[in-house]
C-alpha cells in the first residue's frame, strides 16, 4: 500500500475527536525528524498539541493542516469510524476527509521532497489543533509568532484535488440589549429588552454591508441564529440576545464591518464578537496557484471557493500575506458525515500534486 494511504490509516485509528491532537502528532514528528526537518511542538493544552516542522533555508512554502476532527454524530456508523477499513477505493472513518488524507499527503511530499536532489524550496508545516472549534489553534500558533513570511500557503482540506482560491470570511457576533425588570402587569415601570432587540433584529435582516458581490465569492451575507432573551411571562425582560453569522468576501474589513452594524441596529445593541476569521482570496493568475494547477491539482472551474472556512484565514496574515490554495485528497461532501471515507488514489495523486508542485518553486 502507498505510503501516505498507510499514514492516513495510522492517522485515523488515533481518536482526535475535539481534541488528542498530541497523539496525532507524535508519528508525524518522528517521521519529519527522520527526513531532516526541525520539529517543534505547538502546546496548546494538555494533550493538545500541534507541530511546527522546518526544512531548509530560505523562504519556506507552507503547508498546513488540522489534527483534529468532529464528534461522530447520533447516528449509528456502519463502518468503524476509528478502524481504517479499506472497501473498493474507499478508506472509511472519523477524520478520513476532513482532514487526516490531506495531512498524510503532506507529510510524504515533504518527506520525499526533503530527500530529492538539487536545488529545493524550503518548506514549513503547521499542523493545528482546534481547527473545527473556530481555528483555536492557528490562532494561538500566530499569537506565539509560531508562522513566518511564506512563499505560499497550501492547505491540504477536502477539495477532491481541485485548487480552490478561497473562501468567505465569518464575523460571528452576539448582540445584547438591557433594559429594567418590572412586574409584568405593570410593563410602563419597566424597559424592555426584548422590544429593544426585536428592534434591532428588523434592522439586521436589511442590513447592507455596503461592498458589491466579489466576482468568484459572490455576495456577502448576514444570518441571525439564535435569539433569547426574558425570565417569565410575567416579567418584563431586562436581558435579550442574538447571535448574527456575518459571511463577508475579500477586502472586507471586519472592523469596519462591526461599526456599521452598530449603526444600523441602534446605539441600544451592544455587539461582542464571538469569532473573527477574515476571507481568504488569491488569483488564479498568482504563481503559486500556477504552480499547483500546472502539478496536476484540478482546476476549480466556475466554483473556485470552499464552502467551509479554514485555518487560512488566520495563517494569511500571520504567513505575511501569502497566497494561499486549498487543495486536498478529501470528498468535500464528506466532511462531518456519517460513514466518512476518502477514496483512496486521491491520496496518491495528492502526494503527486504536491511533489510536483514543490519540485516547480
Ligand atoms: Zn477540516
Known sequence: ????????????????????????????????EAAGFEVRAHEYAPGR????????????????????TVPLGAREWTHDPH???????????RGTSDMKAGVAALVVAAEEHSRGEGRRVALELLLTV??????????????????????????????ANRALLGHKGALWLKAVTRGVTAHGSMPHLGDNAVYKLARAITAAERFDHGVPAHPRLGAPTTN????????NVNSVPDLAEATLDLRTVAGQD???????????????TILETLSDLPAVWTEEDDPF????????AHDPGERPAASYFTDASVLVAACGGAPAVICGPGEPEQAHVTDEYCRIPRIEEAVDIYRAALGRL
Open 224 to 231: 441571525v441564529g439564535t435569539v433569547r432573551g426574558g425570565i
Open 1 to 32: 500500500m502507498n505510503a501516505a494511504v498507510e499514514l492516513t490509516r495510522e492517522l485515523v485509528m488515533i481518536d482526535s475527536v475535539g481534541g488528542n491532537e498530541a497523539a496525532v502528532a507524535a508519528p508525524l514528528a518522528r517521521r519529519l
Open 130 to 159: 482546534g481547527e473545527e472549534t473556530g481555528c483555536e489553534g492557528a490562532l494561538d500558533m500566530a499569537a506565539k509568532g509560531l508562522a513566518g513570511p511564506s512563499r505560499g500557503l497550501l492547505v491540504a482540506e477536502p477539495t
Open 289 to 296: 496557484v500556477q504552480a499547483l494547477l500546472a502539478a496536476g
Open 83 to 93: 478502524a481504517a477499513e479499506v472497501d473498493g477505493d474507499r478508506l472509511y472513518g
Open 254 to 268: 471586519h472592523a469596519a464591518l462591526r461599526d456599521r452594524l452598530r449603526d444600523t441596529l441602534g446605539g441600544e
Open 49 to 68: 498539541a500541534g507541530l511546527v516542522a522546518r526544512w531548509g533555508s530560505g523562504v519556506p512554502v507552507t503547508l498546513t493542516g488540522h489534527l483534529d
